[in-house]
Structure formats: C-alpha cells, structure tokens
Antibody
Framework: EVQLVESGGGLVQPGRSLRLSCAAS????????MHWVRQAPGKGLEWVSG????????GYADSVKGRFTISRDNAKNSLYLQMNSLRAEDTALYYC??????????????WGHGTVVTVSS | QSVLTQPPSVSAAPGQKVTISCSGS????????VSWYQQLPRTAPKLLIY???KRPSGIPDRFSGSKSGTSATLGITGLQTGDEADYYC????????????FGGGTKLTVL
C-alpha cells in the first residue's frame, strides 16, 4: 500500500524548533520529488517547501525561507522538515506529499494524514 | 490573499454540472500546468487533475480540467452528494519567489 506517515508535530513555544518526519512506503521514494504543504485551522492550502528526487533542487515559500530546511534520506525512504524560529502563524496541519514527477511540479498525487504543529506560549 | 483567485463557493443540484474557475497571471497559470485537488471534510487533499487536464488513475471522467490563457476551470458533471468538498487549484509560480501556489479554495455544495 502506498503510504505517507508524518510525525514530529506538537505544541512548541514561539522561537523554538521542531523537526517533522515523513515515512514513505509502497512506492519508489527515490524516484519522486516530495513536498510539505500546510493548512492553518479553517484556512486553505499553503505550499511550504519541495525537494527534487536527488535533493538537487529545493524550494521554499517566502513565509518560511531562512527558517525552515527540507531534506530527504532516500536510503531511509524519509522526508524531513526542520523548523526553526517558529512563529504563531506557523500553527497548522502539516502534510507530506509525493510529486507526480522526479522534479518539483504541482501535481501531488499522494498525501499523508498530516501532523499538527501548534506554536503558542 | 491567495495568488490564484477562486470563487468562495458554488452550488448545484444532484445530477447537474458545475464549473469552478481559477484565475492567475502570466507568471503562474499562463506559463505552467494547473492541478486541481478535492478535500473532503476532515481529510487530506486528493489529486483530481494534473497537467491541466489529466486524471490520475481512479478519478472518474465526471471530473475534467481545462486551461485558457491565465485561467483554468474544473468541471464536474453528474453531481453527487459525495462531491461536497473544498476544491483547490494549484500551479507553479515562476516569479522571483518561485514555488507552488494554490487558490483560496471553493466550497462546493450539492443541494
């Protein structure tokens, strides 16, 4: 079964850090680009970051650039998001998603269930 | 304020057809492929359309996508109550801050 399972979310104080993980199974993880997409409570989708299959191409939304770092370990079929200097506006459900292609596109064909990040004092 | 503009809501009766528009600019829709996602209540988004008009395996042909200039449209025929959901368009934006952008979402109500 094709599956993405996120973990690492939780309650964190403003200014602190958190690392999200996404475990992939059921497909050739190293053949596809991967992304993080978030959804604030009651709001729409916001792309956070993406990474190509070999990590050669990486992109970030302006809202997280300089604070978040995406990475992947193809040997472990895992995707990560290191989130530093967290702000209240980073509070959201964070989804891990698989791209339809090896390079970053906008066709995300597999999604995890998400992990909740709450930034509050 | 989303980069892509969608109507907040649309509605139609079961069995009818509905279209959802997505308006952008030359830096996004005008020069890039468009995708469409369905998000049922309390679930993760699901890819309905990619590369403007392609359907992933398992998506019924009641769902269709098209693009013209800087706008895209999702069409749904034979509406079912199970189609009630939020629908999002997405595309790549090639401006200085390159990345994926989404519309604000459209709530479909099947009356």
């Amino acid at each position: 079964e094709v599956q993405l399972v996120e973990s690492g979310g939780g309650l964190v104080q403003p200014g602190r850090s958190l690392r999200l993980s996404c475990a992939a199974s059921g497909f050739s993880f190293d053949a596809y680009a991967m992304h993080w997409v978030r959804q604030a409570p009651g709001k729409g989708l916001e792309w956070v970051s993406g990474i190509s299959r070999n990590s050669g191409n990486i992109g970030y939304a302006d809202s997280v650039k300089g604070r978040f770092t995406i990475s992947r370990d193809n040997a472990k079929n895992s995707l990560y998001l290191q989130m530093n200097s967290l702000r209240a506006e980073d509070t959201a459900l964070y989804y891990c998603s698989k791209d339809s292609y090896s390079y970053m596109s906008n066709g995300f064909d597999i999604w995890g269930h998400g992990t909740v990040v709450t930034v509050s004092s | 304020q989303s980069v892509l503009t969608q109507p907040p809501s649309v509605s139609a009766a079961p069995g009818q057809k509905v279209t959802i528009s997505c308006s952008g600019s030359s830096s996004n829709i005008g020069n890039n492929y468009v995708s469409w996602y369905q998000q049922l209540p309390r679930t993760a988004p699901k890819l309905l359309i990619y590369d403007n008009n392609k359907r992933p395996s398992g998506i019924p042909d009641r769902f269709s996508g098209s693009k013209s200039g800087t706008s895209a449209t999702l069409g749904i025929t034979g509406l079912q109550t199970g189609d009630e959901a939020d629908y999002y368009c997405g595309t790549w934006d090639s401006s200085l801050s390159a990345g994926v952008v989404f519309g604000g979402g459209t709530k479909l109500t099947v009356l």
